[in-house]
C-alpha cells in the first residue's frame, strides 16, 4: 500500500507509515549494498529526503524555508568537490588503518544506516567496531581543527552528528 492509498495525511502521519515499511532487514540490506558510499547510486537515492548527520546541527538551526539545505536534503548533487574533500578521501583509509592499530580494534567498512524507527534519518560512517562508530576528520589547517575542538571538547556541530551516529547504529560511542 502506498500512502498516498491512506487516509492519513501530515508529516508525522507519513514518517509513521514509512517506520512501518521500513524493516530492521531492510535497513541492513541497504547498509550491505551501500558500503563504497559515493560510487554507490542507492548510497545517493538513501539520502534523499532524509536530514543525513553530518547536517543535523546546520537543519536544527536553519531559518530558510527553500535554500540550499533544502536542496541537500532534497538530493541535490553537490556542485564540486573541494581540494579539502579529496584530501580527505584519500587519507580517510590511512586514517583507519592508523586508528585501527593504535586503539587495537577491527574497523568494517560501513554503508549507509537508516532507523527503522525514525526513516527521516540516516547516517554514512566511515567505519564501524564492534561496539563503536568511527568518524574521521583530517583537517588541512589548524583554523579547522579549532572549528572541530575547542578546550578540548568536540564542538556542537560534530557532537551532534556523532550523537546521531550512534543512536542510528545502536553503538556505545564513537572514535
Given at each position: ?13 507519513f514518517?509513521?507509515?514509512c517506520?512501518k ?52 536534503i ?5 556542485p ?9 578521501k ?10 585501527a ?17 525514525n ?14 562508530c568511527v ?9 579547522t ?7 578540548n ?9 556523532i ?13
Amino acid at each position: 500500500m502506498d500512502f498516498k492509498e491512506t487516509t492519513e495525511t501530515g508529516p508525522e502521519k507519513f514518517i509513521e507509515f514509512c517506520a512501518k515499511k521500513l524493516s530492521v532487514q531492510v535497513c541492513n540490506l541497504i547498509f550491505n549494498k551501500t558500503k563504497e558510499h559515493s560510487s554507490s547510486s542507492l548510497w545517493h537515492e538513501m539520502r534523499y529526503g532524509r536530514i543525513m548527520a553530518s547536517i543535523l546541527y546546520k537543519t536544527s538551526r536553519c531559518q530558510t524555508e527553500s535554500g540550499s539545505l533544502c536542496q541537500i536534503i532534497l538530493g541535490a548533487p553537490s556542485p564540486f568537490e573541494t581540494v579539502t574533500t579529496a584530501r580527505g578521501k584519500k587519507l580517510e583509509k590511512r586514517v583507519l588503518a592508523v586508528v585501527a592499530k593504535k586503539k587495537n580494534v577491527k574497523i568494517s567498512s560501513a554503508g549507509f544506516h537508516l532507523s527503522s524507527l525514525n526513516p527521516i534519518f540516516g547516517a554514512s560512517l566511515d567505519g564501524l567496531t564492534e561496539n563503536l562508530c568511527v568518524e574521521v576528520k583530517c583537517p588541512s589547517k589548524e583554523a579547522t581543527v579549532k572549528n572541530l575542538i575547542k578546550n578540548n571538547e568536540i564542538k556542537r556541530k560534530h557532537k551532534t552528528q556523532i550523537m546521531l551516529q550512534i543512536y542510528i547504529c545502536n553503538k556505545k560511542g564513537v572514535i
